[in-house]
């Protein structure tokens, strides 16, 4: 039910929640929140009933029909809604404006990683990485979920986790939820969902997630905290601290998680040498040198 509304946002909960209930001119004017809620932000309740076509008194009914005590109230709601949103934008003004070296920017941007990473490793416990790789290991086959920056990692999680033979698709170019969909059709418990988002959470993602959730299809989640749309549904979330002045979430961070995941998951299948060695001896013949040494010895 949620739009141009950030899903994680009390305002688009509340909405989810009470939508069935709501009278057709209060589900109109519910739809014109989460379709266009920067401009409703924007608006007097006047210019907002003139926009969607409904009294002022829908207008306040509707807000106390979703818990707020009137539309004053859930109009700063919807405001404050949106602070998470733009405070990364608002970070990167004032580092631009602060005119800072770009050595330095540069070593701050990594330095910035290197705590992520320490960060997530303090977070990371023993049983829940011995959980995730359990699930990996276990299901027959593996659909990896996630979009915009999340695709990109999703695409390396997936090819990380062949090379140890597992069976694994992601979502096609293009093809969004819907693409998500033909494939989950088939899944099922002995299946296995992984689903990446950060705040802001893409909605595809958190759909994908939940329709895995209700068809019985385990769930492993990697995402920031505990209250992540993905945590409250996954059977298992691993965490990531990917803070960044400058272009949050971190992908590194992210990235380093998804590669120890892989680790982790070789380390536990006993063909895994010998997958990833048919893997180099059939494409041999597009490497461009046979002299590539990968070691940390140069």
């Given at each position: 039910?949620?739009?141009?509304?950030?899903?994680?946002?009390?305002?688009?909960?509340?909405?989810?929640?009470?939508?069935?209930?709501?009278?057709?001119?209060?589900?109109?004017?519910?739809?014109?929140?989460?379709?266009?809620?920067?401009?409703?932000?924007?608006?007097?309740?006047?210019?907002?009933?003139?926009?969607?076509?409904?009294?002022?008194a829908t207008a306040n009914r509707f807000a106390?029909?979703?818990?707020?005590?009137?539309?004053?109230?859930?109009?700063?709601?919807?405001?404050?809604?949106?602070?998470?949103?733009?405070?990364?934008?608002?970070?990167?003004?004032?580092?631009?404006?602060?005119?800072?070296?770009?050595?330095?920017?540069?070593?701050?941007?990594?330095?910035?990683?290197?705590?992520?990473?320490?960060?997530?490793?303090?977070?990371?416990?023993?049983?829940?990485?011995?959980?995730?790789?359990?699930?990996?290991?276990?299901?027959?086959?593996?659909?990896?979920?996630g979009f915009e920056n999340a695709a990109h990692?999703?695409?390396?999680?997936?090819?990380?986790?062949?090379?140890?033979?597992?069976?694994?698709?992601?979502?096609?170019?293009?093809?969004?939820?819907?693409?998500?969909?033909?494939?989950?059709?088939?899944?099922?418990?002995?299946?296995?969902?992984?689903?990446?988002?950060?705040?802001?959470?893409?909605?595809?993602?958190?759909?994908?997630?939940?329709?895995?959730?209700?068809?019985?299809?385990?769930?492993?989640?990697?995402?920031?905290?505990?209250?992540?749309?993905?945590?409250?549904?996954?059977?298992?979330?691993?965490?990531?601290?990917?803070?960044?002045?400058?272009?949050?979430?971190?992908?590194?961070?992210?990235?380093?998680?998804?590669?120890?995941?892989?680790?982790?998951?070789a380390s536990k299948t006993p063909d895994a040498?010998?997958?990833?060695?048919?893997?180099?001896?059939?494409?041999?013949?597009?490497?461009?040198?046979?002299?590539?040494?990968?070691?940390?010895?140069?």
């Open positions: 039910m949620t739009g141009g509304l950030p899903s994680q946002t009390l305002v688009a909960e509340r909405i989810e929640k009470h939508y069935p209930e709501l009278s057709s001119a209060l589900r109109q004017f519910a739809d014109f929140v989460l379709a266009e809620p920067l401009r409703l932000a924007r608006m007097s309740i006047h210019d907002a009933v003139a926009t969607v076509g409904v009294s002022v106390t029909a979703i818990g707020f005590s009137g539309y004053a109230e859930f109009r700063a709601e919807l405001i404050r809604g949106f602070e998470t949103l733009f405070a990364p934008v608002e970070r990167l003004k004032q580092k631009v404006a602060e005119g800072n070296p770009t050595y330095e920017v540069m070593v701050a941007s990594m330095r910035e990683d290197i705590a992520n990473l320490e960060a997530t490793i303090r977070n990371l416990t023993s049983t829940r990485a011995e959980e995730a790789v359990d699930m990996i290991c276990k299901a027959k086959r593996i659909f990896v979920a990692l999703s695409g390396i999680l997936a090819c990380g986790l062949e090379l140890t033979g597992a069976n694994v698709r992601v979502i096609e170019n293009g093809g969004g939820a819907v693409g998500a969909a033909r494939q989950l059709f088939k899944f099922g418990p002995d299946d296995l969902v992984i689903a990446i988002a950060f705040s802001l959470y893409m909605r595809d993602t958190v759909v994908v997630a939940r329709h895995a959730k209700r068809h019985g299809i385990p769930l492993l989640a990697i995402t920031d905290t505990l209250k992540s749309p993905l945590a409250k549904v996954a059977d298992v979330s691993l965490f990531v601290e990917a803070y960044h002045e400058y272009n949050p979430p971190s992908d590194t961070a992210i990235l380093g998680l998804i590669e120890a995941l892989i680790a982790g998951v040498a010998e997958i990833a060695e048919r893997f180099a001896a059939y494409s041999y013949p597009w490497m461009l040198s046979a002299d590539a040494d990968w070691s940390s010895s140069k």
